[in-house]
């Protein structure tokens, strides 16, 4: 029976092993490229419900200047 040498054997193992590591490489961009996507949506979502929380402020208080540590808001005077 033959036997490969120690060289051989790990430079197969090595060019087994490659082909899975890229398809390993190739899983975890397309991951992180959706959850862009999905990151992108969040933050169109949570602009979308500020701008909502803004209008409904406004709504109930008039247009003014919001000092957002105290809750405080100063009308707006109108000309």
Same mark, same amino acid.
Not at 6 to 30: C, D, F, M, Y
Not at 31 to 41: P, Q, R
């Given at each position: 029976?033959?036997?490969?040498?120690? =060289?051989? /054997?790990?430079?197969?193992? &090595?060019?087994?092993?490659?082909? +899975?590591?890229?398809?390993?490489?190739?899983?975890?961009?397309?991951?992180?490229? +959706?959850?862009?996507?999905? /990151?992108? +949506?969040?933050?169109?979502?949570?602009? =979308? &419900?500020?701008?909502?929380?803004?209008?409904?402020?406004?709504? =109930?208080?008039?247009?003014?200047?919001? +000092?957002?540590?105290?809750? &405080?808001?100063?009308?707006?005077?109108?000309?």
């Amino acid at each position: 029976m033959s036997k490969l040498e120690e =060289k051989e /054997l790990q430079e197969l193992k &090595e060019t087994i092993s490659k082909p +899975n590591q890229i398809l390993i490489e190739i899983g975890a961009r397309v991951v992180a490229y +959706n959850s862009i996507d999905d /990151l992108v +949506n969040l933050h169109k979502e949570s602009i =979308k &419900e500020q701008q909502d929380k803004v209008k409904e402020i406004e709504d =109930k208080y008039g247009k003014g200047s919001l +000092n957002i540590d105290t809750g &405080e808001i100063t009308p707006l005077e109108e000309e």
